[in-house]
């Protein structure tokens, strides 16, 4: 079984403050993907790495940037936390079509 | 501009009773469509993936179809149980775009006793 694990399942924050997200896969996958979800706007990707060291902004990219220095661990930083980044935020990995997803990070920025 | 339409947004059903979720798209050019499931709280979990040239298939209780000429698929849920209530997902890849996928905002499914 594919397993995707996040560091945090809830996770509270002030603004200004530096946010680490991480995601580990255990499948060798070379792909993986930084989603945000939010009520009736579905999930929109932020960011992308097909391999290590690589990266490519998504969709809503702006605030964020990833980090991708080993192949089964991609994170997510928030330079300095918003109140408009408070959300649920979706790490998966993928090596051809299929996307297997974690578990989810609820990111509240106070 | 690549979208996914879902609907309804919500449903609330008995115990035991079926049900449809319909998903419209205009990606293009089609690659594959998916239905996820999603608990609250949880990650979105795969349900079915389906290519051009299948019209059904199935997963246990759940049912999706495809007609890519009208650009339209279907989740049907039958007999539903408690632990049915989730998000239910649509997702539609582009054949150019690599892994990039086009999500629907989900339909909210609540299964009342």
């Known amino acids: 079984d594919v397993k995707v694990t996040q560091s945090s399942r809830y996770l509270v924050k002030r603004t200004g403050e530096k946010v680490f997200l991480e995601c580990v896969q255990d499948?060798?996958?070379?792909?993986m993907f930084w989603y945000r979800q939010d009520p009736g706007l579905g999930l929109r990707l932020i960011y992308f790495?097909?391999?290590?060291?690589?990266?490519e902004k998504g969709d809503i990219p702006e605030g964020y940037s990833v980090s991708r220095e080993k192949k089964e661990r991609f994170s997510l930083i928030l330079e300095s936390a918003s109140t408009n980044q408070t959300s649920m935020y979706l790490c998966?990995?993928?090596?051809?079509?299929?996307?297997?997803f974690g578990p989810g990070t609820r990111l509240t920025v106070t | 501009k690549n979208q996914v339409e879902q609907s309804p947004q919500s449903l609330i059903i008995l115990e035991g009773k079926n049900c449809t979720l319909q998903?419209?798209?205009?990606?293009?050019?089609?690659?594959?469509l998916r239905w996820y499931k999603q608990d609250t709280g949880r990650g979105p979990v795969s349900l079915t993936i389906?290519?051009?040239?299948?019209n059904t298939k199935s997963n246990g209780r759940y049912t999706a179809t495809l007609d890519a000429d009208t650009k339209q698929s279907s989740l049907h849920i039958t007999a539903s149980q408690l632990s049915d209530s989730a998000s239910y997902i649509c997702?539609?890849?582009?054949?150019?775009?690599?892994?990039?996928?086009?999500f629907g905002g989900g339909t909210r499914l609540m299964v009342k006793p």
């Open positions: 998903c419209n798209y205009t990606v293009s050019p089609f690659s594959n």
């Open positions: 998966a990995s993928s090596l051809t079509r299929e996307q297997y």
């Open positions: 790495s097909y391999d290590v060291k690589m990266k």
């Open positions: 389906m290519t051009f040239s299948e």
């Open positions: 499948m060798d996958h070379e792909n």
């Open positions: 997702v539609v890849s582009a054949r150019d775009a690599g892994n990039m996928l086009t």
